[in-house]
């Protein structure tokens, strides 16, 4: 697959509404134990309007908990999946894949009581040669959640790598 066909590309839209209940056991399986997490007072002494998320939340619960079936927008992929897709295809032709890299950018902190919408899409797709004569292939997405006033909250980037 070209770059030029898959740039651009939607990789899912969702609605989410972040809760309390989630943020403090989130918190706890990750061992921060922090009180800023799971009490209000605590949160309001460390300068947050609301109980925040801890910074890998978005990651890796975000979409899980507080994504309701009747709320979530019409699907922008058409039914596609391009991570499927394209890593699926290069793994077809044998090889693995690596999680390669994650980055969060908090435009503000996200908290308990947010509603947040995300969109995400395909943001590049590049091979290069590994130090061992090996290609590797790179996809990187990007999911933008936006607050129900249309402001950017956090920016999440993703990048996946195939290795011949």
Not at 32 to 43: K, T
Not at 74 to 99: C, F, Q
Request: charged letters at 20%; proline letters at 7%; aromatic letters at 8%.
């Amino acid at each position: 697959m070209e770059r030029d066909d898959v740039v651009g590309r939607p990789t899912g839209a969702a609605k989410v509404r972040v809760e309390r209940g989630p943020v403090a056991k989130f918190a706890a399986a990750v061992h921060n134990g922090s009180p800023v997490y799971a009490d209000q007072a605590a949160a309001a002494a460390a300068g947050f309007a609301a109980i925040p998320v801890p910074p890998t939340f978005a990651f890796s619960a975000i979409q899980y908990w507080g994504a309701f079936p009747e709320e979530q927008p019409a699907d922008p992929t058409g039914g596609s999946n391009p991570l499927a897709e394209i890593m699926g295809g290069l793994l077809s032709k044998g090889g693995m894949i690596l999680h390669g890299e994650q980055e969060f950018i908090y435009h503000r902190p996200v908290v308990v009581g947010d509603v947040l919408s995300c969109e995400g899409k395909v943001t590049d797709l590049y091979s290069k040669e590994s130090s061992s004569g090996k290609v590797m292939t790179f996809l990187v997405t990007e999911d933008e959640y936006r607050d129900e006033q249309g402001e950017l909250v956090l920016t999440s980037r993703m990048n996946l790598i195939h290795r011949a």
